[in-house]
């Protein structure tokens, strides 16, 4: 098992900048695969960008591609959302998931994943 807290949300103007931080505590790191999903006001839960647990594979969603970016330092237990060029639509609650299914390759799905963090709140203001 293990235990993900998100940091690094708050409020932007557009344009900024925000880099997210998943910790992880537990079953050693480098056993999962990670995804960042955000769940905007009365919208489902999507996936942002996921990483395997290598971090040799990544994957990012076309809205935010050329912005964001995801890595991981196993040796830190701890993956990382950069996020550049912040608009309005980003706005909404992050969350950091981990799954230990296929950990070789990466997960784009919610049902995939087995843990999830409490989230982290981004507003972009206009």
């Known amino acids: 098992q293990v235990h993900l807290v998100e940091s690094g949300g708050g409020l932007v103007q557009a344009g900024g900048s925000l880099r997210l931080s998943c910790a992880a505590s537990?079953?050693?790191?480098?056993?999962?695969?990670i995804g960042w999903f955000r769940q905007a006001p009365e919208k489902e839960r999507v996936v942002i960008a996921a990483?395997?647990?290598?971090?040799?594979?990544?994957y990012v969603a076309d809205s935010v591609k050329g912005r964001f970016t995801i890595s991981r330092d196993n040796a830190k237990n701890m993956v990382y959302l950069q996020m550049d060029s912040l608009g309005p639509e980003d706005t909404g609650v992050y969350y950091c998931?981990?799954?230990?299914?296929?950990?070789?390759?990466?997960?784009?799905?919610?049902?995939?994943?087995?843990?999830w963090g409490q989230g982290t709140q981004v507003t972009v203001s206009s």
């Open positions: 998931a981990a799954t230990h299914r296929t950990i070789s390759i990466i997960h784009r799905v919610p049902y995939d994943y087995d843990y």
């Open positions: 990483i395997n647990w290598s971090g040799s594979s990544t």
């Open positions: 537990g079953r050693p790191f480098s056993s999962y695969a």
